[in-house]
Nanobody
Framework: QVQLVESGGGLVQPGGSLRLSCAAS????????MGWYRQAPGKQRELVAA???????HYADSVKGRFTISGDTAKNTVYLQMNSLEPEDTAVYYC??????????WGQGTQVTVSS
């Protein structure tokens, strides 16, 4: 079973940047979709950004122009570059993989806190 491990979270000031990584323990065969989700205290988990095996991307309106999702298939890793961070971006960020052979797999999450 493929496992996902997120890293790169932390504390950052408003306006700052972070890059999250999601490393898969094995190959995820096409077709697939990799997504970053987040869940703030008292709120539902929401999709932030996603990328497919065809390199199509999708972003939530709240992060368009600030966040960029990308993938490195050689490293089985997906990244989320987050710029111009706002306090409203504070949440636990989760990586999720959906694949025809894989089914759905979630990572354990990484905390992102945006505060001065």
């Amino acid at each position: 079973q493929v496992q996902l491990v997120e890293s790169g979270g932390g504390l950052v000031q408003p306006g700052g940047s972070l890059r999250l990584s999601c490393a898969a323990s094995g190959s995820i065969f096409s077709p697939y979709r990799m997504g970053w989700y987040r869940q703030a205290p008292g709120k539902q988990r929401e999709l932030v950004a996603a990328i497919t095996s065809a390199s199509n991307t999708h972003y939530a309106d709240s992060v368009k122009g600030r966040f960029t999702i990308s993938g490195d298939t050689a490293k089985n890793t997906v990244y989320l570059q987050m710029n111009s961070l706002e306090p409203e971006d504070t949440a636990v960020y989760y990586c999720k993989a959906d694949g025809a052979r894989l089914g759905s797999v979630w990572g354990q999450g990484t905390q992102v806190t945006v505060s001065s």
